[in-house]
C-alpha cells in the first residue's frame, strides 16, 4: 500500500462531522467577542440619571482654569448668580461625543434664562480637544476650559468621563450625572433649580421626585 492510499484510508476513518481543534478555537473567540459586544452596548444604553455624591449641598471650590482657545481663565466661583452646569469631557471619550449634541442645544435654549455651561477638557490634548469641537461643533454659549492640571476634576472628585454637575445661583452644587446625559435630562434639571426645586440627593442616598 502507497502513501497515497494509507492517507485516503485514514481520511475514510475520521467521522464526517469532525472538525479541527482550530475551528474550535475560531467558535470561541467569536462567542467572545458576542459576549464583550453585549456588554458594552447595555453599558451604553443605559440611562444616567441624577445621583448622590458628597459635594451635593457644597458650595463651589473657587478655582480657576484657563480657556481652552483663547487668553482668558474661568473660575467658577465667580459665576454666583448664574445657573451653571458643568461638563467634563475629552476628545478620546465616546460618550462625550454621545451627548455633546445636546449640550449644545441646551446651553442655547438656557442662555437667557442665565443659565452658564463649562465644558472642562480633561486628561487631553489641547489639540485635540479643538479637534473635536471643529469636527462636532462649538456651542457659543459654552465656556471651555483646559484642566490640563487636573486641579477642577480633583476637586469634583472625577473618576470617569463624561460627568457633568449643576450649581445653582448661590453657588451651591445641587445635582451630578455620571454619563451621557440627555437633552431631557439637563432641560429637567434646568427648570428644577429655576423654579427653586431639588434635583439632587442630599443625604438619603436617592433622587427626589420632582412630579
Known sequence: MNESDVAAEQAA??????????FWVAVAAAAAVVVVGVVFSQRFGSDPQLQASPLIGQPVSSVA?????IEGAVDLADLEGEI???????????NCRVEHAALVAAAADYEELGVTFVGVNHQDQRDNAIAFLDELGRSPQTLYVDDAGSRLALEFGILGLPETFFI???GTIVGKVTG???YELVADTIDAIV???DVGVFKTGEVENRE
Open 168 to 170: 445653582d445661583r448661590d
Open 195 to 197: 423654579l427653586g426645586e
Open 180 to 182: 451621557p446625559v440627555s
Open 84 to 94: 451653571v452646569v458643568v461638563n467634563f469631557w475629552a476628545s478620546w471619550c465616546f
Open 65 to 69: 482654569a484657563p480657556l481652552l482657545e
Open 13 to 22: 476513518d475520521e467521522p464526517s462531522g469532525s472538525t479541527s481543534p482550530l
